[in-house]
C-alpha cells in the first residue's frame, strides 16, 4: 500500500491530469479484466487462496493510487489562483486599450488585465455613448462582460453576447479554480482569444462587422461539455 501511494504521488506530480487518466484507465480495464474476460469464461475464478488475495492486493493499489492522483490534482489546481493574489499592484493597474478603433489592415491583438484572484466584484458589461447618425459604426467600441462558472463547472454565467459592430472588447473573469480561456470564431475561422489562465480576468479586444460569432472555451474538452455561446454583432 506504500509503495501504490508513492507511485500515485509520482504519477500526479505534473500539472496535467494525465496520470489519473492512467490510473483510472488501468483500474477500470482490470476491472472489466476480472469480471468479464476472466470471470464469466471461469465460474471457479479465483480458484485459490492465492488468486483471491492477489486479486485484492492489485485492486487495492490501482484504487489507491487512482484516489491519490484525484486528490492530489485537485488540491494542486488551487496554486495558480494564491500565486495572482500576490501580484503587486503594478500589474494590476493595466488598463485595457479600448479608447480608439483598431486601424484597418492590422490584427486585432488581445490586451490583459490582471486582477488579484480576491476581487469581490465581477466586471460589468458597459455600451460606449451612441454615435450620431454621421458616424460611421466602425467607431464604436462595445464592451462586454463574461466569467468562468466560480464553482469549476464548465460553463460561463451566460450563453449570449450582443455587441454593436466595430470594436468589441470581452473582459473574461476566471475565479474557478479550472484554467480557461475565452475565444472568438466565425464558421471555422478563429479570430482570436485570450491566454488560458485561472484567477483574475483577461482582455479580449477584436474589430468586428455585423454578424453571428461564437464564443468558447478552446481548453480540450470544455467545450463539448457546453462551454460556449453565441456573440450576435449588429
Known sequence: MHTAHQLALVLAAGKSKVPFYITGGLLVGW?????????MRRPSFPSGLSQERLVIAISAVLVLATVSSA??????????????????PQTSSTETQTGSATPAGTSSTATTESTPASTSSKPTATTGTPAPPSSPAAGKTTKLALAADPGGQLAYDTRTLRAKAGTVSIVMANMSPVEHNVTIAQSSKVLGGTPTFVGGSKTLTLKLKAGSYVFYCSVPGHKQAGMEGTLTVS
Open 31 to 39: 476491472a472489466l479484466l476480472i469480471s468479464m474476460a476472466i470471470g
Open 71 to 88: 486528490v492530489i490534482i485537485s488540491g494542486g489546481e488551487g496554486k495558480p489562483e494564491s500565486a495572482g493574489a500576490a501580484k503587486t
